[in-house]
């Protein structure tokens, strides 16, 4: 049996050198034509105007509104529908079409680091969606540690966030870290679970006042 030359040797790690560094781009270029979810920046109040020129132009958009009334000095209280994260408007672009999005009218910049976008996971996007089919829906100081819960009944189920209390109303808050942003969504107390452990000496405080049908044994005092 003829053992390979050096020059033979030399050639095939060539090859594959080749090989791999085609392959290594082959994915990149894969990469950069993956759909993806991105939050777009935008100049105040222009979110819904870019939100439309991206329709036009058939760019999947997403822009969540919720529903707020407003009262003037003597004037009737108004209903009014304004994006539940202000300034931002997300879009489901490939990283090549970045250079497109960013020569639109009203768009600032796409949330990243540097000349790298950050993903807005799908399941974010999701639950943001589900949250707005409940129409129980608002904006919320953005949070990064507190009691987490998972909701486990209606449209929502599977969804996580951290658990507060608003009033006489429970409610969760998903937060999207991409854009430093949190929204609440008002749920029942018996649609509720924990996420992992939950120590007694963190769980909420109740009031007779504040139940909505008998509280979790784990939220209790």
């Given at each position: 049996m003829?053992?390979p030359?050096?020059d033979g ?6 090859v594959?050198?080749a090989?791999?560094?085609e392959?290594?781009g082959a ?7 993956v759909l993806?979810w991105?939050a777009?920046?935008?100049t ?10 991206l ?12 529903r707020?009334t407003?009262?003037w000095?003597?004037s009737r ?9 202000p300034t931002y408007?997300f879009?489901?672009?490939a990283r ?13 910049s ?5 000349r790298e976008?950050?993903?807005v996971p ?6 943001i ?10 904006p ?13 009944a ?7 966030g951290?658990?507060?209390?608003k009033?006489n109303?429970?409610?969760v808050?998903?937060?999207?870290d ?5 929204v609440?969504v ?7 679970e924990?996420v ?6 963190h ?8 139940e909505?049908g008998?509280?979790p044994?784990?939220?209790r005092?």
């Open positions: 003829d053992l030359s050096k040797e030399a050639l095939f790690e060539i594959e050198r090989t791999s560094i392959n290594y994915v990149c270029a894969s990469a950069d034509t993806r991105f777009l920046y935008t105040p109040r222009h979110e819904k105007h870019v939100s439309e020129i329709a036009q132009r058939q760019i999947e958009t997403f822009l969540p509104l919720y707020t407003r009262r000095k003597k209280p108004v209903v009014l529908e304004l994006p539940l994260f408007v879009v489901r672009i090549e079409a970045r250079g497109a999005v960013l020569g639109m009218p009203g768009v600032l796409i949330v990243g680091s540097g976008p950050w993903p799908d399941l974010d996007i999701e639950a969606r589900l949250g707005l089919q409940t129409r129980k829906i608002e919320h100081p953005y949070l990064t540690v507190g009691e987490r819960v998972r909701i486990k209606g449209v929502m189920t599977g969804v996580e951290v658990l507060i209390r009033k109303d429970l409610r808050v998903l937060t999207l991409a854009i430093m942003r949190s609440a008002e749920v029942d107390a018996d649609d509720i924990p992992g452990t939950l120590a007694k000496s769980a909420i405080p109740w009031t007779a006042q504040a909505r008998t509280p044994a784990w939220a005092t």
